[in-house]
DNA sequence: TTGTATGCGTTATCAT
DNA sequence: ATGATAACGCATACAA
């Protein structure tokens, strides 16, 4: 005795005894008066055959979908899955559905992703993609949608912006490094190519030493995931410069590069906060494990992801203006790595 | 001079000069003939326009979408993105797009979810969901669409299953732990309520104990977030009787619970392998950086997310057939934690 | 083989 | 205030 099939739009009117455009008014446009019975008669057909429209109809008919289009690079970084996180619960909150598309750091498919969310008409997108490569975006392949883009900028497409301050969280983690002693400096980033947030950020450790200077000197690693001969020739020659009495330190960009350091410490045998001060960006769950415990700059992930969201929807509301930049301040979270003389 | 609004089947019956139903033809029935100059013309218009039919627009008449609903318990569980990672991959290589919702453990939402999922007419799901709860699904409640299930089976739903070998690995482990000279062994796991692959790893954990008895003992513990005492007083009734000359050793069931043993192995000061031997479920990333290196056993987390895909897929067309299930083995690695005496 | 007409579930534009 | 009707973009019986 089941009704395995969705009531629609025509069985409520057939049942409420009127048109299916009356129903259709009933639900979008609540507020233009319709006679109290007809709206008691349409309502009660409604709560009988659980009615509820379907947002594909809608979508083809109306324009609108009521679903968001997230691109993420590489699903496998945890930052952006804490993004994503918060993104989708806010998308959750707001009647919206997330829809995922997953490059795989496959840098050139970012246009095949955004094309294929555009034909589900995706209501908007949030973008947390390398904004470089040959699939790179220009404004107009967003097929006029807005979209948000997180943590890294696209060269030219001025929209909506999220993302950690950048300049401010290095500013922290530097002038904690200072505090405590350390001199020497080095900050270890994935390769920067072109990506915009480890631009900001060596760009700002660069700021920093300039500030401190002559008494602070720093230096700046490329470390890729296959050399780590090349990252424990780094950190020896760091740690060389400490032994003429001042004090050395790593400054890691993010979780991965965090990891393979903790690694090449573990090869050479050295303790954090011993051998070599450090701090890194992200604030992983196992970073309180890893020897006397990790300092780090704690992101906002969760906010970041929520407010990129936000961002959207307000657009999506119809919020006019020029593009919005928001940075969210970090947290610098002292642990033993960090620790002063 | 650009064209904003994607073309349109019309657009391209028009061009070619034919009717929309030969255009339609051509692009689904490619086998039945049509005559080589008009499927030139249509093929031509095609390329042209850069003509893609609308996935809604599709989805709204012949009912299927290429879409596929991914629902998971708790996007945070780094298992569950690591299935999805591989899930994700797989539907799009087949030309399918995920749709997420995150339950954000709100054990009561599943159903919700699925409905909200099921208007957008996804072609199927992929359940990582607890399997209990007041939103749970009955079979009935997917609208008739193929669903399979990931890590967790659901009481009385009997669709396709894909899942870790919970027995066999659970066997590794206790296996190697004895054959290392550990003679008590405690198994800590996050509370059992319904959850199946809890459960079955507990039962697995109880077997393997009877079969080594009467010379390894074992008990189980249920770790929750909130009580480090009770976990740290756990540890230290294990760690007495090992005094008495057995060693003892920890198994954790899943990475949740391995990072509340470390947290307690840190506060008691106690190292893995001296003081407590370890093997947990689940081989994150920083598995080797937590003291001697971790011993875990590794989930074939990405084979499973593209098994359920692929599962689900080859449902979609057409298989037909009794629920199977996928039963994945786990990798066992060995480090420090295990060390034999 | 190809074209015409209809339906999918809604919303919106007209009349009434 | 309400109802008929035409889109929306596509697929498919049916007619030719």
Redesign the interface.
Known sequence: M?R?V?ATIADVARMAGVSKATVSRFLNHRERLLSPDIAARVEAAVAQLAY?P????Q??SHGR?R?IG?VVAD??N?YS?AV??GA??TC?DAGY??????L?NDIDREREAI???A???VDGFILNTLGRGAGLVDV?AL??KPAVLVDRRHPGMHTDFVSLDNPAAMQAACGHLVEGGYRELLYITEPQKGVSSRRERTAAFGDCIAANEPGVAGDVFESTGDDSEALDAALRALHKRAKRGRRAAVLAGNAVVT?RV??AM?RLGWRFGEELGFVGFDD???A???GPGLSTIAQPTDAIGRAAATCLIERLRGLEGPPRQLLLPGELVVRGSSAPA
């Not at 379907?54 to 109809?57: D, E, G, K």
């Not at 559905?97 to 997953?102: R, Y």
């Open positions: 089941q395995p969705k509820t379907s947002p594909m109809a979508a083809l979908s679903l997230l699903i496998t945890p899955v994503l996180r989708e619960k959750q559905l997330v829809m995922l598309f997953n795989g094309d294929a969310l034909g589900y008409q107009d097929h006029g990891l903790a690694s573990a992983p769950e196992w309180p494990l890893i």
